[in-house]
């Protein structure tokens, strides 16, 4: 079906520029001096501009969440069953922004973008940035579209820890946080992944100590591995079972070191197509501010407190199979806001995906969302 | 689900036991009409617990907080005291593990409210005579989809409180909508308590 013909696509996108002059002090100490961001807008802003919704990309997406482009039409958004006219976040009533966060590699500023004070490639020296500090630029980003208060922030995954730091840094300006497929903090196992996919690019001889532009190559052979081993985390046994089972690509074995079975193949040629598109130093650094996430570190470990400020409504979303955000992770989040007495709805969607479930058409999560912008949406009157 | 229509005979019952604000936490909450129903008769704030995709889909319409979960599985994500009223409304026939659950209540709650269908009205006892399972509109299944494992009559609640470290508070023991207050364990098919630890 290409964009046209579907009644419920926003269709044609394109994505603008922000310019930020004002240096951006960030959480490790390090400052940015200026900076763009990448962002796409879908639906319209209403007369008392009460109707924006800011949707957070995970680790591997950018601002094209919903959409086509007219030059490349087969690059669909990332969230495009999600977001549309009709769809659960509705863009006939809600103004929906996406935007790539600092550090990306899709055309906001990060480790491929010309650092001022050298003339060169940032690469290795770009800073390591955190969710709070995504958060901030989001922020100064909602002030350059007149947006005082958003009526929702919402990702899954890495962009659910957004939609979580949202309630507690800019308490005032967001009215409901929809978190889907999410965790107060990694777990140590979740680290020793991340960990594996930083080794993988970091020790591949292409990526000459993160200033691999300067010598016109890449470490792909790396940044495909660190893929392979994010990969496998999202799905779950069952699905992989499901998917690919034992199956033989050429019905036999060969006793050799090609990829045989269908999921190797298919390991295979994802990383490869994500080796072409996403930059190493970009994925390390979002690996980073995963790992960093704990907003609860500075309440000593307390998530209770450290919630205390937001004034929010939440939508939490987990789904049974999520091995890597499994659903007792969610529940940290539901006790720490049942403390805090605030305005919750919690679902444990009984799917079979794994952690990539919260991209997936599932009924019975997309009408629950639906309901609760439907919710959100009388609030905003629209 | 539950499904409720609109405003079941208990649900009025259970509006006048509850202060004004109260913190209130129901269990098996199904569409979430009594906690819409407490939030615009009381004010408060309200959290559900339901088990079925399709009674938090319904909470969450109804504009409700609603949390998903398995009460059987012990209510370990609610701190002791932390409401004012736990509130298992035609849900204790349903359940397991009563003990537990009416235990769990006191330890989440200061007070409990039940409702269940009181199995010693006398149309039941009529039907069993009869050597038939009863059904009427508080017990409208068929013995063998009824999801109603521990059918209890009035007396049998209270021998259970008794024995449970368990002090009946209020009782309201209806028919049709109405109180019933001679001979309530034959009377009566819909009993509403309010309790708290003895």
């Known amino acids: ?382 | 689900m539950k499904t409720n229509a609109m405003q079941r005979p208990d649900f009025a019952a259970i509006a006048n036991w509850v202060k004004p604000g109260a913190r209130i936490l129901d269990l098996g909450c199904g569409d979430g009409s009594l906690l819409r129903y407490l939030n615009e008769q009381r004010g408060g704030i309200g959290y559900g617990v339901e088990i079925d995709d399709e009674g938090i889909l319904a909470s969450a319409r109804n504009g409700v907080n609603v949390i998903q979960g398995d009460l059987e599985r012990g209510l370990s994500g609610f701190a002791d005291g932390s409401f004012d009223y736990v509130i298992l409304s035609q849900t204790l026939q349903a359940v397991r593990s009563s003990e537990r659950v009416i235990r769990e209540m006191l330890r989440v709650g200061r007070e409990g409210i039940v409702t269940f269908p009181n199995f010693g009205y006398w149309r039941n006892r009529l039907h069993v005579i009869l050597g038939k399972m009863p059904m009427s509109d508080n017990l409208p299944y068929r013995w063998f989809d009824t999801p109603n494992i521990h059918l209890c009559t009035i007396t049998d609640f209270e021998d259970f409180c008794r024995g449970h470290g368990v002090r009946i508070l209020e009782r309201i023991v209806m028919r049709d909508g109405s109180a019933v207050d001679f001979l309530p364990n034959l009377l009566g098919s819909l009993a509403v308590y309010r309790f708290e630890r003895a």
């Open chain 1, 1 to 382: 079906m290409d964009g046209t013909a579907d009644k419920h696509s926003v269709g044609i996108v394109a994505p603008q520029t922000a310019r930020f002059d004002e240096p951006l002090r960030l959480k490790s100490g390090a400052g940015i001096g200026g900076y763009e961001l990448v962002f796409e807008t879908y639906g319209s802003l209403n007369a008392d501009r009460s109707n924006a919704v800011l949707v957070c990309h995970a680790l591997n997406a950018s601002h094209h969440v919903a959409g086509r482009y007219a030059g490349d039409p087969d690059n669909v958004g990332w969230w495009d069953n999600m977001i549309g006219p009709g769809k659960p976040l509705d863009t006939n009533r809600f103004c929906v922004i996406g935007v790539n966060n600092l550090g990306g590699c899709f055309g906001s500023t990060g480790p491929q973008s010309i650092n001022p004070a050298t003339g060169r490639a940032w690469g290795a020296d770009f800073p390591v940035v955190t969710v709070e500090d995504w958060v901030d630029a989001q922020a100064r980003l909602a002030d350059h579209l007149g947006i005082s208060r958003f009526a929702a922030v919402m990702g899954g995954s890495l962009g659910a820890m957004q939609a979580l730091s949202w309630t507690i840094q800019y308490p005032e300006r967001i009215g409901h946080a929809l978190v889907i497929a999410c965790a107060p903090n990694l777990s140590a196992q979740n680290i020793a992944f991340n960990e594996v996919a930083r080794q993988a690019i970091i020790t591949d001889p292409d990526f000459h100590e993160g200033h691999y532009y300067e010598h016109n190559t890449k470490p792909a052979r790396g940044l495909r591995v660190a893929r392979m081993v994010g990969h496998i985390t999202y799905l779950s046994d069952d699905e992989m079972a499901s998917k690919f089972g034992r199956q033989l690509r050429h019905g036999k074995l060969n006793y050799s070191f090609d990829a045989e079975f269908e999921i190797e193949s298919y390991l295979r040629h994802q990383s490869h197509k994500f080796s072409d598109y996403f930059d190493a130093n970009t994925y390390l650094r979002i690996t980073k501010a995963l790992d960093y996430f704990d907003p609860a570190a500075g309440h000593g470990g307390n998530l209770t407190l450290a919630l205390e400020p937001a004034t929010a409504g939440f939508l939490v979303v987990s789904f049974t199979t999520d091995w890597r955000f499994s659903p007792e992770r969610s529940r940290e989040i539901i006790k720490a806001l049942l403390d805090n007495r605030r305005d919750v709805t919690y679902a444990e969607i009984d799917a079979p995906h794994g952690h990539d479930a919260f991209l997936l058409d599932d009924p019975r999560y997309h009408r629950l969302v639906a309901a609760y912008y439907d919710r959100i949406g009388m609030e905003a009157g629209v």
